[in-house]
């Protein structure tokens, strides 16, 4: 996957701001790449334009071998659901639902039949077999979040967009919400894309990628968390 100089302005005018300003970058498959940078920078910006949730105003969003831009709101909307997982902040679970019709949701938004030998190789994959049954309310933060990891990799996509996945979990929960995401990219080759604010987190990232102004303010490969920490400090330098 790939953006190609991508522009995104929003409003018009003397009000425009222009979030992000002639963005390339490439995320090979079966990588994992973080994003970082100041407030504002357009980590979120970037994110959304990556996953087709926010069109560019310039410049092209590549999936495998298919381009985003000029796509219909009903193309770009069957190729979230098929084509790409999210995982977010707060988990967007379903209280009312147990944890496998969580997970297998997309599979049945898109009107297909749910494969139980893939749900449990994914819901063993996220290390919740025993909890299949349960409610999102009957679980901890850290599971809570790796049902919606689950809930990502059901359809086998092509990209796993992950927003501050672990801004609202304790260390250890984060850990192992990382380590899964990390499992995810070195066992079954998924491609990983994560914003987030901690250079801890970044740092199980294969290259992290920093935003400056809606700028690329250059990369990490295999990145540790004390050089991310000081590429961060240096990022309003210019
Ligand atoms: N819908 C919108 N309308 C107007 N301006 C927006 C909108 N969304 C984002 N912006 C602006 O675009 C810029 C980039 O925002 P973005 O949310 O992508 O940054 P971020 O790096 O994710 O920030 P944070 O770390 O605070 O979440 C900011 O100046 C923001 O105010």
Known sequence: ?????????????KNAVRALDGVT???PRGTFTAVMGPSGSGKSTFLHCAAGLDRPTAGRVV??????SGRSETELTELRRDRIGFVFQAYNLLGALTVADNVTLPVRLAGKSVDRGHLDTVLAAVG???QHDRRPSQLSGGQQQRV??????????DLVCADEPTGALD????????????KI?????QTV??????????????TVVFLADGRVAGELDRPSAERIAERMTHLGDS
């Open 1 to 13: 996957m790939r953006l190609d100089g991508v522009s995104k302005e929003y409003g018009s005018g």
């Open 25 to 27: 970058a490439g995320f």
């Open 63 to 68: 999936l495998g071998d298919t381009e985003l």
């Open 128 to 130: 919740l077999a025993e």
């Open 148 to 157: 919606a990891i689950a809930r990502a990799l059901v359809t086998r996509p």
């Open 171 to 182: 260390s250890r929960s984060g850990r192992q919400v990382l380590d899964l995401l990390r």
């Open 185 to 189: 990219v070195d066992e079954l080759g």
């Open 193 to 206: 894309l994560m914003v987030t604010h901690d250079p801890v987190a970044a740092a199980r990232a294969d």
